[in-house]
């Protein structure tokens, strides 16, 4: 018989309560069982699972019902409300039991429970506590795992000063009578519980009595569990649960501090070596300061910048001295994220730094003819840092505590950081290809950087965005001839009258501003004129002003080049109509000597196999008269006009070069792999020169390299495989 809101106690009947979706929690009497037990789930052997029992012993009952249990099953092939009966498979003869039609929840259950165990019930909970810690927990399991530690637990102590480390872990003082030492699963509760693992340790209090200590520990949480919202942590005792709360006038320590708050307990800490040694490692952790240059050893660093790329990763560059090869790794620390760089850098000669330390006394093992000190390395990540992460870098060195570089890098876009370090490289050198192929590639490979957007526009005249076809001209900051530009399109009949959009970069539109709007209104030319930011060529000006305009075609045209003569553009624009409005066309590009610059880009043998080429550059204009039109593998952005949304669909420029060269045939490729061909037109002719991003030799040189290593991995395997054009088209 049973009590209507009490445990069944007539070892056939059980109360039960969904735990979560997978677990139901069972309380009834019987006879003796093991402590996991084999179940029939509606005594089927196809649900047959492994339940975990915890029971006590009932006094003054028959034997068919001495214990008193709480089962813990898996549900397998089966729903909570689909379950009726279930078997248990207990030595000897099996026991069925009826579920309880009436639903109960989890508080009734053991409030029956507690009823009938009386002094044995902390131990029921304990064991429940424990089998649901045993498993795979859930967010709900940890829930209900939390609702019974509350109630099973005793107040134990405070938590009187925390503070979260750069690892995320967090730092706990206070006193307690019954804290675990060593390394402990307890439960941290926050907006909600949350596992952690507690490493602590007890030291010496003078304000405590006898039966309590002071504690200090670090908890290492699932998921970051901040400082100022931790109000309690359940620990398993030596016999129970036990809570130490977070006190309400408790200090809050900040990060950077954490370290010096550990070295000042340190010294009155007792803990076993293993334990000791953790938080000694927690003591010395990173807290703003160098402690290289602290260290009673040969090992000194110096840091001449760190660049953060935009989307892309960290470029740091410096030196270290090692002579005794104390240093094992070293990794930059951004958060929570470590990269290696001492296995991936470019070392670099630095006999400044040898003249510097050659009579340091400290450092009289060192080799005066090495000199290679120097080092270059960039650090991927996936996300840029906020302005306030600390970023570092952490020595890891022989029989002794890491030791620490703070970094205080600054933002730049790739060209910014590599203007700063590709002057200083001799382009012969095997430091110029080793930085090529293992630091300023990949972090142009790796860049993920916002294209470039417009910031400002101003109309001059009757700007028809909706026109069927559409002048760009894109500026990059050499923008000192566009008064010339604008006058050759003022004066030619054919661009008059077009819509045409001007884009380039807002700091040097801004120098010239009230002179191009001048020149536009004294011609009455229809523009659009647009400041963006992000232009570091005109190829990225260009992509602002084809989204500048709505119309269908859209005639891109380079700062850098000028027509030759009037009535160029009709021609051009009937070979892109011809064509079915299809593809991209080009004309033929001279230098101002009437040698050619571009005369179509096609695919060509060689010993090492296919590659792209440039045909006929520097010949003279002379070896083009009886050129017809026709394919190319790929055209130029310099001058084509193209249909808008083939441009959109490839979505623009690729952001991972330099200059404008490889970048305009980056995009040339993409729009032909999209079903959009390039087509020379060897009679419309215009005048380019040869712009060079940069007066420095040894930047001309490397940024080429760079580019063309770039582009080669993205496109080696592509032109390998593409069918060269050579033949004419009508």
Known sequence: MSEPSGLPL??????????????ALMAGVGSAMPATIDVYLNGSPDAKVQASMISWRRNDSSAESAFGFIALLPLVNVSGGRLKKVVFRRPGQPAEYAIESRGQGLEAILSAVAEQSGASFAGVMDGVIEALLAGKTN?????????????????????EVLGGLEDSELYIQGWSSNFPHGRTRVIAIEDGPVLAELTSAEFQRDDLGEDAAGVIGLLETERVVKPEKLQRIYFRGKDGWYGIEVYQQRVLVAPRDVPAHIRSVLGRVKASDHILEQMQLAA???????????????????????????????????????????????????????????????RQTRPDVTEAFINDPMFTGMNSARNSHGFLVFCPLADTPASDQAIYLEFNITDSFPAYCPLNPTRASARQALSRVLPSLDPRSVTASSSIERQFGPMLQNMTAQSPFAIDVHDIGNFDENAPVTLIVGADDTIGDMGVTIALLGLDPETRKLPIVIAGPAESFDQVGSDMLRLAAFYKLNVRFVFAEGVEDYCDALEVGVKATKSDAVCLMSVHVLPREKGWFGPLLAAYRKRGSKGAVCPTILFEDDSVRWAGTWIEEGPEGKYLADRYVGYPRAVLTDAEPCEVSAGTVECCILPRAAFLDVKGFTRGYIGPSEKGLDIALKLRMAGTPSYWLPEVELLGSEQSITSTPAWEELSHRLDRWAFDRRWSLVVSNLRSHNHAVD
């Open 10 to 23: 007539d070892g056939a009947t059980v109360m039960a309560t969904l735990v979560d979706e997978g677990l």
């Open 139 to 159: 967010k709900k399991r940890l829930r209900t795992v939390a609702a019974l530690v509350r109630i099973a637990a005793s107040s134990n102590g405070f938590v």
């Open 284 to 346: 010395h952790r990173f807290d703003g300061r160098d402690t290289v240059s602290d260290l009673d050893r040969p090992i000194r660093v110096g840091i001449d910048f760190a660049l953060v790329i935009e989307g892309s990763g960290i470029l740091v560059s410096g030196w270290m001295l090692d002579p005794d090869r104390g240093v094992n790794e070293i990794n930059l620390r951004v958060g929570q994220d470590s990269i290696r760089i001492d296995d991936s850098w470019t």
